[in-house]
């Protein structure tokens, strides 16, 4: 199983992933032992709470390649954040400081748990128009209705859903709303969201087991796999 997961905070020192380069590898080696085959690393990006760490960020990403490429030379690593959303945030991915993923027009966004569904989908709406693609990062963790996720994917909008949620082990109210999205067919990718190996570890593999018994193979590839896989291997025009 080779899966592709776009949303991950396991290099070392950047946010509130791995403080060593020693548990960023073990979570590397974990993330392989999962089948991940595919890895965006998008630490979090918002200088009010993270500081500027685009430098450290660069050095943890070209540590973890060093490794990685000797390591598991299958297995490949892209550049990313998980911008947290400001109404600043577009002169932030506009002067690179905030990175898309892969350096596409997709960019991988999350907001308050508490923010509104109009505060939601005026800020997807800005970024739209100002020419990306927003990935609602774990889109089970907002108040927002069938109706609603249905009305931003409507806009442009992708839907990420986290492994764990769907798996029940981040609570009962996140796995319903989860099972609800996915019975609907809303979600666009599974990830991860990986920050370390206790309490937030990687559970790709029975989470896309989990997801075939229960929807079928076909919506479990192509969440899990294909779509986030043909997603990173486009460039800035959205060509492959």
Request: net charge neutral; glycine share 6%.
């Amino acid at each position: 199983m080779e899966f592709s997961d776009i949303h991950s905070h396991i290099l070392y020192h950047t946010d509130d992933g791995p403080k060593t380069k020693e548990e960023m590898f073990l979570l590397a080696d974990k993330m392989y032992e999962e089948g991940v085959r595919h890895l965006c690393l998008t630490s979090h990006f918002h200088p009010g709470f993270y500081g500027n760490n685009t430098s450290q960020k660069s050095l943890a990403f070209d540590t973890l390649l060093a490794y990685v490429t000797q390591k598991y030379p299958d297995m490949k690593l892209y550049p990313g954040n998980e911008l947290y959303y400001s109404p600043d945030c577009v002169s932030w991915l506009h002067e690179g400081l905030c990175q898309t993923l892969n350096h596409s027009r997709y960019v991988l966004v999350d907001f308050s748990h508490h923010a509104s569904y109009r505060e939601i989908s005026d800020g997807l709406k800005n970024l739209l128009s100002s020419g990306y693609i927003p990935i609602l990062a774990h889109t089970e963790r907002y108040r927002l209705s069938l109706k609603q996720i249905a009305s931003l994917k409507q806009l442009g909008v992708l839907i990420q859903l986290n492994a764990q949620s769907i798996l029940g082990e981040a609570g009962f109210l996140l796995k319903y709303q989860t099972k609800k999205i996915l019975s609907e067919r809303l979600c666009d990718f599974v990830a991860t969201d990986t920050h370390d190996l206790t309490y937030r570890p990687p559970k790709m593999k029975p989470c896309y087991l989990h997801i075939k018994k229960h929807y079928g193979i076909s919506y479990a590839d192509f969440i899990c796999k294909e779509h986030a896989l043909e997603l990173i291997l486009q460039d800035s025009s959205g060509r492959k």
